[in-house]
Nanobody, 123 residues
Framework: QVQLVESGGGLVQAGDSLTLSCEIS???????IGWFRQTPTKQRAFVAT????????KYADDVKGRFTISRDNARNTVYLQMNNLKTENTGRYYC?????????????????WGQGTQVTVSS
């Protein structure tokens, strides 16, 4: 059974950096992997996604140039490097495995989810 486990969240100040990790048991396979953020007052929002061979990466407009998604297929792990964090980046970050053939920005295209890791950015 596929399980996704996120780690690396924490409390940081604006301008700091964090790297989130998502380890997928059972391997990454040929699936795209995405990161999403959710807060108590907003719907789950797309952050970034990477295709199976890392040739196609997509980012939400508000994180472009600051966040980098990468994957290490040998380690079954996907990373989200977050630089110059802002208070609006606060939220619970979830990694998710896409459905076969999907590499998009909509959460309905993902069918395996982790439990999330909390990121809090203070001003």
């Amino acid at each position: 059974q596929v399980q996704l486990v996120e780690s690396g969240g924490g409390l940081v100040q604006a301008g700091d950096s964090l790297t989130l990790s998502c380890e997928i048991s059972g391997g990454l396979g040929n699936y795209a992997i995405g990161w999403f953020r959710q807060t108590p007052t907003k719907q789950r929002a797309f952050v970034a996604t990477v295709s199976r061979i890392s040739s196609d990466r997509k980012y939400a407009d508000d994180v472009k140039g600051r966040f980098t998604i990468s994957r290490d297929n040998a380690r079954n792990t996907v990373y989200l490097q977050m630089n110059n964090l802002k208070t609006e980046n606060t939220g619970r970050y979830y990694c998710a495995r896409a459905k076969a053939g999907y590499n998009g920005i909509y959460d309905r295209g993902y069918d395996r989810w982790g439990q999330g890791t909390q990121v809090t950015v203070s001003s």
